[in-house]
C-alpha cells in the first residue's frame, strides 16, 4: 500500500506530465543538436534528460542508487523513440511510487560514478528534489523551444504561443 508519501508525490508527478508530454511531443530530431551556447547541452540531450527523469524517481525507490558508468543511456534519434522513453519511464515511476512502502522510502539514495560515491541523501528529500529538477529542465527546454520558434504549450497557464488552456 503506498504511502502518504508516495501518493502525494505520485500526483504531483501526474500534475506535471501532461505539459512536460506536450513540450518533448514538439521536439523534432532537426532541433536535437541546437545549442544555445557553447557550453549549453545540446536540445536532444536536453529533451532526453526531461524523458529520463521520473526513471530516477524509480531508481531512487527501488535500487537506492544511480552509478552513471552503469546507469542505461538510450539512443534515442527521433521525436517517436523519445515519446516512447518517456512514456515507459513514467509507467516505471508509477509503478515504484504505487509499490514503495515507508520500507523502501526509509534510507537514502546515493549517486555514485563509476563506484565512487559523489553524494548521498534521504531518499525522500532527494525524491523532493529530483521532481524540482525535472520541472527546472522542462522550463530549460521551453526556452530552447523559443529560440527554434517551437510554441511553447501552455505550462501553468497561457503561453503566448499557447492561449487555449
Known sequence: MPTSFS??????????????????????????????HERSMEMGYLAILVAQIPLWIAYMIDDSEIDFKTFPQPTITNNEELMAFFEENLKRAEQSLTNATEEKLSGNFTLKNDGHELYSAP??????????????????LTVYMRMNDIPVPSIYGPSADDRNF
Do not use: A, Y
Open 123 to 140: 531518499k525522500k528529500q532527494d525524491i523532493v528534489t529530483t521532481l524540482n529538477h525535472w520541472v527546472h529542465h522542462r522550463g530549460q
Open 7 to 36: 501518493t502525494s508525490i505520485l500526483e504531483e508527478l501526474r500534475m506535471e506530465i501532461p505539459s512536460t508530454r506536450k513540450c518533448l511531443e514538439r521536439i523534432d530530431e532537426s532541433v536535437f543538436r541546437f545549442k544555445p
